[in-house]
Each structure stands twice: as C-alpha cells, then as structure tokens.
C-alpha cells in the first residue's frame, strides 16, 4: 500500500511541476487603487485553490462540531429513557425453591 502512495504522490508532484512550467507567464492583478502585483499564474491558481480548500476546511470543522452537539443531546435523550424504562420495571422475582436447589 505504501508503494501506491508513492506512486501517487510522485504523479501528482510530476503534475503540479509541469503545470507550474507551462503556466508560469506573470500577470498583472489590479484592484481598485492598491498597488499592482505581479505573479505568475500558477501561483494566483494555487492560492485559489488554497483558500478553497481553507474555506472548505473551516466550514466542515464548524459543521463536525455541530453534529457533536447533536450527538451529545441525543446521547443524553437516550439515557434518559432507558432510565425511564428501568424505573417502570417490575422488580426481578426471585424464585425461592430454585434458589435452595442450588445450594
């Protein structure tokens, strides 16, 4: 299993390097009065899929903390009710000759 991720890893670093040589042409990013910046285009790319990948993050670290707090209320709503069932129980009917048997 180790040498498919090795593999892999080696595929996609060979992807990512001959993506950046074919697009490394600089643009000019302008943005109302701050001052111009020059980048290559696979770097204004990458940046974009780093904040995606960012934003993405931070909404399913919120989301998984939600579905904890879910989680917890329905754990607490389950042990309550098997308490409530114990309570209605009848108590355990102890069979007094089974029990002299048996010694």
């Known amino acids: 299993m180790r040498v498919v991720y090795l593999v892999l ?3 996609f670093a060979f992807f990512i390097v001959t993506f950046s040589h074919l697009n490394s042409e600089v643009v000019t990013i302008k943005y109302y ?3 111009d910046i020059n980048a290559p285009v696979y770097m204004l790319i990458f940046a ?3 904040i995606g990948v960012i934003i993405t993050w931070f909404f399913s670290v919120v989301e998984r ?3 904890s707090r879910t989680i917890s209320k329905l754990n607490r709503a389950i042990r309550d009710l098997k308490k409530e069932v114990r309570s209605h129980e009848p108590p355990p009917v102890i069979d007094r000759a089974k029990q002299q048997d048996s010694y």
């Open 48 to 50: 974009a899929l780093l």
């Open 33 to 35: 009065y701050m001052k």
């Open 9 to 11: 890893t080696i595929i």
């Open 65 to 67: 903390f939600r579905l």
